[in-house]
């Protein structure tokens, strides 16, 4: 059980994170982060010990702002769970994507976390027992073809870390 920490959660307004943030709030402090401003807000109401900051993990000046204004506020991370994601089925034959919605995805999914991860790295206690939690899924492993893009970026996220 982890107890007594502070955690960053991206990808905090609504299903996993969401679940995440309001179970680890009984025994931690949380910040969750997402796009969605109003999803954070009726997450953080539910527990005083959940705070929010909108942060847009496909965008890199979010990310950077994010951490710059946690720095200022003094928040020093112990545990990170790297949970956003965007999932979406395409069907490369049959849809056509922007280059934009394409980046977009794979910086949420991939580029994104490898950028919250560097940053947690960074601004962590070196002598404290820190934790990365990466949530991902067993398409990962098992791509399935109307899902190119999530299969990809998670698979490559995956494989990065894992040691």
């Known amino acids: 059980m982890i107890q007594n920490k502070t955690i960053l959660i991206t990808g905090g307004g609504s299903g996993i994170g969401e679940a995440l943030a309001l179970k680890l709030a009984m025994h931690n402090k949380v910040v969750i982060c997402g796009r969605s401003k ?6 953080s109401a539910r ?11 496909a965008d890199y000046h979010s990310i950077d702002k994010l951490f710059s204004v946690l720095k200022e ?3 020093v991370f112990d545990v990170l769970f790297n949970n956003a994601g965007v999932i979406e089925i395409w069907d490369v034959t049959t849809t056509k994507l922007s280059s934009r919605e394409i980046f977009e995805k794979i910086n949420t999914n991939l ?4 950028a919250v991860t560097q940053h947690f790295i ?3 206690d070196q002598a404290a027992e820190n934790l990365i939690v990466n ?4 398409i990962a492993l098992f791509p399935i073809p109307i899902l190119p893009l ?10 990065l870390h894992s040691r």
């Open 135 to 138: 949530v991902t899924s067993e």
């Open 38 to 43: 109003e999803k954070l807000e009726r997450v």
């Open 122 to 124: 960074g601004q962590a």
């Open 73 to 75: 506020r003094g928040i």
């Open 47 to 57: 527990n005083p010990n959940i705070s929010f900051e909108t942060t847009d993990v």
């Open 150 to 159: 999530y299969a990809a970026s998670k698979a490559g996220y995956g494989f």
């Open 111 to 114: 580029s994104g976390a490898i």
